[in-house]
C-alpha cells in the first residue's frame, strides 16, 4: 500500500513567485492535514481536510496560503506570493478517521526555500 | 498557553538503553503521540498514550503521567538504526478539532 506522497520534495523559487504543493494521501483516507515545520522549530499545524471540507483552518498563517481537495483525493497548497519567512518543510499527513486514538500518517515532505 | 518540552539533543551508546521526556502543558489533552523521524524523512508512529501508565511495544515503550503532564519514551538494547529525531506531540481535545501540539524534538544520537 502506497503511503502518503508528496511533489515536489524540494522546491527553491524567488519571493514573490508562487509555488504549489502536491499531497496524495493514502487511499481510502477522508482525512488530509497540512503541517509545516520551520528551521529549529517544531512542527505546527495548517489545516484539516475531512474529503473535500476544510474541517479546521485555523492554522493558515495568511490570505497568501490557499489549499483545495477538490474531489476529496489529492490537495494542493498554494502560496501566492511567496515570502522569505514562507521558507521550510510542509508535511501533508493523512487518517482513516478523526479523533482519538487515529494514527496520521506522514508524507516525506515538500521542502520549501524562498530567496 | 500551549507548551511542549523535550530535550533538543541525546546521545547514547550502542546497546544501552535512553529515557527521552516530555513535559507538557496544553489547554486540554486527548492523548499523547511518539514519532520518530529520520533525517529527510516523514515522521514515523511510535506510540500513543491515553491513559496513565507504561506502553511496551517491542524495545520501545512510553509512559504517562496525565497529573504530571509528563510522558517519556524508553528505547532499549539501542542499534545505530535509532540514530533519529523524536517528536512528542499531544492531542487537543474536540473542542480544538483534536489538533495535535507538537515539540520540537529530540535529536538521538547513537555512538558505537
Known amino acids: 500500500e502506497a503511503g502518503v506522497t508528496q511533489f515536489p520534495s524540494h522546491s527553491v523559487i524567488e519571493k514573490g513567485q508562487t509555488v504549489t504543493l502536491r499531497c496524495d494521501p493514502i487511499s481510502g483516507h477522508d482525512n488530509l492535514y497540512w503541517y509545516r515545520r520551520v528551521m529549529g522549530k517544531e512542527i505546527k499545524f495548517l489545516l484539516h481536510f475531512v474529503k473535500e471540507s476544510k474541517q479546521d483552518e485555523s492554522g493558515m498563517p495568511n490570505n497568501r496560503f490557499l489549499a483545495e481537495r477538490t474531489g476529496g483525493t489529492y490537495s494542493t497548497l498554494k502560496v501566492q506570493p511567496a515570502e522569505l519567512e514562507d521558507s521550510g518543510v510542509y508535511f501533508c499527513a493523512s487518517s482513516q478517521d478523526w479523533g482519538a486514538g487515529n494514527t496520521i500518517y506522514f508524507g516525506e515532505g515538500s521542502w520549501l526555500t524562498v530567496v | 498557553g500551549q507548551n511542549i518540552d523535550q530535550p533538543t539533543e541525546m546521545t547514547a551508546t550502542e546497546g544501552a538503553i535512553v529515557q527521552i521526556n516530555c513535559t507538557y502543558q496544553?489547554?486540554?489533552?486527548?492523548?499523547l503521540f511518539w514519532y520518530q523521524q529520520h533525517a529527510g524523512e516523514a515522521p514515523t508512529f511510535l506510540s500513543y498514550?491515553?491513559l496513565d501508565g507504561l506502553e511496551e511495544k517491542g524495545r520501545f515503550s512510553s509512559f504517562l503521567s496525565r497529573s504530571k503532564g509528563y510522558s517519556y519514551l524508553l528505547l532499549k538494547e539501542l542499534q545505530m538504526k535509532d540514530s533519529a529525531s523524536y517528536l512528542c506531540a499531544v492531542r487537543e481535545p474536540l473542542d480544538s478539532n483534536y489538533q495535535l501540539i507538537w515539540g520540537a524534538g529530540t535529536k538521538l544520537i547513537i555512538k558505537p
Open positions: 498514550n491515553v
Open positions: 496544553t489547554s486540554g489533552f486527548n492523548g
